[in-house]
């Protein structure tokens, strides 16, 4: 049965992926220089959806202004969830824009339009259809067991590791669905979407469709390195075989080098003697001084990297400017996200949005620098620092 | 000041596409609307009111026909009534015309038409088109015919199409008011497309289709199935088809109350459209093209309104480049230009059909001036008749307040004077300020607080805008920006100029925004004045980049990231759209459409 119309879940902050999220939703952080909401709307287009309402609420802004009222062929819609109490609250806001048969997607992780396309095409009025893709770390996310095609049970990070399927967070619902939300009891005063399908499979009308196709999720900010990886390597930044793609618009000088895979963004620079990559994502506008090597690195829109920077396994937010000589060494290192300490993780530093780093400053394995921070040259960073704080020796 | 519309070959969608085509029209006028269709009849419906009420009044009542016209007006001849909308008639019905413009010898043939037995049933100067038509249709012309006997009639600037009853087709001429035509269905190069669009501007029908051709003056076009444009002797004319490179989707609210929120949140976009391809930071260089490459001995700014603004800021760019260099309002130059000598004259007008610009233009190209234009607007009338244009690459912009543009000059008044006329020095300052400016912009719109500061003084006396040096012009657009969405009392000044008068009207409802950024001696004497508006109990809200110690006299701050004195303008003008939109809102005014107002103002 054919479903034109979808809904895509991007009003939620991403508290995990603090402090990248200080000024944006995890639906726009970027998977390799666009925002992964940006791969989610492709992969819906590409599977012949021509309306997409786009459930937003924390700043909010920053979503419509970057997509506006179309994207590609299909016309795009916003709600607002006021209060983030949920995935089946938020899509229940959909509710009053939203009458046939619906996708519904993630608005923060990356999906395929071949899975979309297989959720849709599986679909009978009165079910419900997901899809489900096999990940060997299933138990990180939520996890589908099943009896043939038929779904028996959700569980969410279940302590085991016999789960091999997990919930890729794509559905096909019939209208019903909105009904079936409203009567699922709340949990910690949310609504939960996985809790309402729970709640449909005694009914047996909960069906699942595989899929292999990309399939990626950042949990923590560093995560933003590996999405990047998977996306370069999916080549679905362009079609250069090279695995390097230049913006027209980007200035690459003659005696840099660039190691693929890398992307570079319009209005970008990048000085002589650099060494861009392998792993780089570079967004637009950001500049590259001379002699500066960048590898496995994620570097937002408008940052200012100075001459004869190392940056290794790090990701830096949006308009974050760097002095000269600065370094971040590289992974692996112990990362601490509230009361948990993440050991060994290949993460060199992640420096969110305008943190301005003077000359000569370095960051410790496993570094997790706010938004705003002011570094004084040549100080050594290591650990959390908190936003807008002033880090001096 | 109107929006008009006409269309052919979209069937049954026929009056949908052109109720839609008004709604993004709106921006040109909207105190009355109306539409025509003609199948086997004529039909009309029209209305006081926006194109909303038009919607409403044409669901009481069925219409068809596959060919027809629509008109959005703000009123220049007459009251916004039910008579006074367009599309005007003839006595008979037979004949509708929709026009933007003013014809001036209108009364006298009205006192003709009349004596020769035509009955009139409006105000407005529009309707002895029709009846022109009328005329020479009874005189046994040929519907065409007709149409050009009656427009080689008319004086004044107009851009008009008509429909005749039982001719399958529109009619339009133009002269001194925009008017583009659309092509087909939307596929590029189609050599033979089936649908034909004809409006005032591009968003009208750019959901269709992206292939326009721009009607000069003087010219008359006919859409039949097919499409002859011919020049005033009805010679064929060969007319370049353009593609217009922006999306549809820049034309929607996209979840915004209002498109002035979105277009101030647009801004950072904007810049960087407008610095694409322009500028190198490790050379210091700057890429314009042409106008780049005229080093000016002197140069004359002409504009009106913000863009008088962008200009007052332009001049100041290029006096600092050692060229001399002056502002004029448009309308003042037109009737008393000064002498030019060898000056370059630069117009500004973000629609590029501004008539006070052009008219300024014309006057100066009249007595040998070379000219430039700086628009937003590819193709319009501004852009063809000068010399050289600069675009600034903002996008649409359908708030009536005008406000990414204004960014949108600002930069693209840097890029001209560092082009033409700085020194490497000052291009090695300017240019990375330029590049940071994107994430400046987004840094301010992420952090501002300026919403709180509306609530505090949305119920003041008046308001009062001061800056010194380039935060001068923003003071200016500060103000003009609450004057026109507000509809509260609001004027901008040079700090210096507060005590030589207007200090008498500064008491503890008179909040005073002061424009201070940077440490140097600008600075200084601006927090001086600061301190002489103090004594008086006004509450003061400081713009500034934390570089100097204003925010100690301050009852509410507004920060902007520190950065170059030319880039902080345009930063600390951000703070003032939010608090004059955040005013505006709180007043419940009618941000996007404000009363007695339009966009682009192409009557003089």
Not at chain 2, 284 to 292: C, F, I, K, L, Q
Not at chain 2, 559 to 585: K, T
Request: aromatic share 6%.
């Amino acid at each position: 049965m054919a479903i034109s119309t979808a809904v895509v879940l991007a009003a939620g902050e991403g508290t995990r992926l603090r402090p990248l999220t200080r000024n944006r939703p995890k639906p726009m952080l970027p998977a390799a220089n666009q925002p992964i909401l940006q791969h989610v709307l492709d992969a819906l287009v590409e599977s012949g959806i021509d309306r997409i309402v786009v459930v937003v609420g924390y700043r909010r802004e920053r979503v419509q202004e970057h997509f506006g009222s179309r994207y590609r062929s299909a016309r795009l819609e916003y709600v607002v969830q006021e209060k983030q109490l949920g995935s089946g609250h938020a899509l229940l806001q959909a509710r009053s824009v939203a009458d046939g048969p619906l996708v519904v997607v993630n608005g923060d992780q990356l999906v395929d339009s071949e899975a979309v396309s297989r959720v849709v095409d599986a679909y009978e009025p009165g079910e419900t259809v997901m899809a489900v893709v096999e990940r060997p770390d299933a138990n990180r996310y939520g996890v589908v067991r099943l009896e043939e095609d038929a779904v028996v049970e959700l569980v969410e990070k279940p302590d085991d590791d016999a789960y091999r399927l997990i919930n890729a967070g794509i559905y096909a619902f019939g209208p019903e669905i909105f009904g079936a939300i409203e009567e699922t009891p709340r949990r910690d005063g949310e609504l939960i979407l996985p809790d309402t399908i729970e709640r449909t499979i005694a009914a047996g009308s909960v069906r699942a469709v595989r899929t292999d196709g990309l399939w990626a999720d950042a949990t923590y900010p560093w995560d933003l390195l590996d999405v990047a990886e998977e996306v370069l390597a999916g080549g679905r930044t362009g079609s250069d075989p090279d695995g390097i793609w230049i913006d027209p618009d980007a200035r690459v000088h003659e005696q840099a080098t660039l190691q693929p895979p890398v992307v570079v963004g319009p209005d970008c620079e990048i000085g002589p003697s650099s060494v861009v990559g392998p792993t780089v994502a570079l967004a637009e506008n950001s500049t590259v001084g001379s002699n500066v090597t960048l590898s496995r690195v994620v570097v937002d829109a408008d940052c200012r990297i100075g001459h004869g920077s190392t940056l290794l396994d790090a990701v830096l937010g949006q308009n974050v400017h760097l002095g000269p000589a600065v370094t971040v060494a590289g992974g692996p290192g112990d990362v601490s996200v509230g009361n948990r300490i993440f050991e060994e993780e290949a993460l060199g530093a992640v420096l969110a949005d305008r943190v301005d780093v003077g000359g000569g400053a370095s960051f410790e394995p496993g570094s997790l620098v706010g938004p705003g921070v002011r570094v004084a040259t040549g100080v050594v960073v290591g650990g959390n620092v908190g936003e807008g704080a002033e880090v001096r020796r | 000041m109107c929006g008009i519309i006409g269309c052919f070959g979209r069937g049954d969608d026929t009056l949908d596409t052109l109720v839609d085509g008004l709604e993004k029209l709106e921006y040109r006028g909207y105190d009355s609307a109306g539409v025509a269709l003609a199948g086997e009849t004529l039909a009309v419906c029209k209305t006081a009111g926006t194109v909303e009420e038009l919607r409403s009044a044409l669901g009481a009542r069925s219409m068809a026909g596959h060919v027809g016209i629509g008109h959005t007006r703000w009123s220049t001849h007459g009251p916004p009534t039910d008579e006074n909308a367009h599309p005007h008639l003839d006595c008979e019905g037979e004949v509708a015309v929709v026009h933007n413009g003013i014809i001036e010898n209108y009364q006298p043939l009205r006192d003709e038409l009349e004596a020769a037995g035509h009955r009139f049933t409006s105000d407005t100067d529009t309707e002895v088109v029709p009846h022109l038509v009328e005329e020479a249709l009874a005189a046994g012309e040929s519907p065409e015919r007709a149409f050009r006997s009656a427009v080689e009639r008319l004086e004044g600037s107009y851009a008009i199409v008509a429909l005749v009853e039982g001719h399958d087709g529109l009619f339009a001429a133009r002269n001194d008011s925009p008017l583009v035509i659309g092509l087909g269905d939307g596929t590029a190069g189609d050599p033979n497309p089936e649908q034909f669009f004809i409006a005032s501007d591009v968003p009208a029908f750019r959901a269709f289709t992206d292939q326009v051709i721009y009607l000069d003056d003087g010219e008359f076009a006919h859409l039949d199935g097919g499409l002859t444009v011919t020049d005033a002797e009805g010679n064929r004319q060969s007319k370049a088809v353009n593609t217009i490179e922006w999306a549809a989707t820049e034309t929607g609210k996209s979840g915004y109350e209002h498109f002035m929120l979105k277009e101030i949140h647009e801004q950072p976009r904007a810049i960087r459209q407008c610095l694409r391809g322009r500028v190198d930071e490790r050379s210091a260089t700057v890429d314009v093209g042409e106008p780049g490459e005229l080093s000016p001995t002197g140069v004359q700014f002409l504009a009106c309104g913000t863009s008088y603004h962008a200009a007052l800021y332009g001049a100041a760019l290029f006096r600092d480049a050692g060229v001399p260099a002056q502002a004029f309002y448009a309308h003042e130059y037109a009737t008393a230009p000064p002498p030019i000598g060898d000056d370059l004259v630069v117009g500004i007008s973000q629609s590029g059909e501004t008539a006070d610009t052009l008219s300024a233009l014309r006057e100066a190209a009249n007595r040998g001036a070379r000219t430039v234009a700086l628009t937003n607007t590819v193709g319009s009338t501004m852009d063809r008749e000068c010399d050289h244009t600069l675009y600034i690459r903002s996008g649409p912009e359908i708030g009536v307040a005008a406000t990414k543009t204004f960014a949108g000059q600002l930069v693209a008044l840097n890029l001209f004077s560092l082009a033409a006329a700085e020194r490497a020095t000052t291009r090695r300052a300017v240019v990375p300020a330029l590049r940071d400016l994107p994430g400046d912009a987004q840094q301010v719109l992420d952090e501002s607080n300026a919403e709180a500061v509306a609530a505090e003084y949305d119920s003041a006396k008046s308001y009062f805008f001061i800056g010194r040096g380039l935060q001068f012009p923003v003071a200016l657009e500060g103000a003009l920006k609450l004057k026109e969405i507000s509809y509260e009392h609001a004027e901008g000044f040079a700090a210096g100029e507060l005590k030589h008068g207007t200090l008498a009207l500064v008491d503890d409802q008179t909040p005073v925004f002061a424009l201070v950024v940077g440490d140097g001696e600008k600075a200084r004497k601006t927090i001086g004045n600061i301190k002489e508006v103090e004594a008086r109990d006004a509450p003061v809200v400081v713009v500034t980049d934390g570089q100097n110690d204003a925010a100690r006299y301050a009852d509410h701050v507004l920060r902007v990231p520190a950065s170059h004195p030319r880039a902080a303008a345009i930063l600390g003008n951000i703070q003032l759209q939010l608090v004059a939109y955040h005013v505006a809102d709180r007043l419940g005014r009618s941000i996007d459409r404000p009363r007695n107002l339009a966009k682009s103002v192409t009557v003089e």
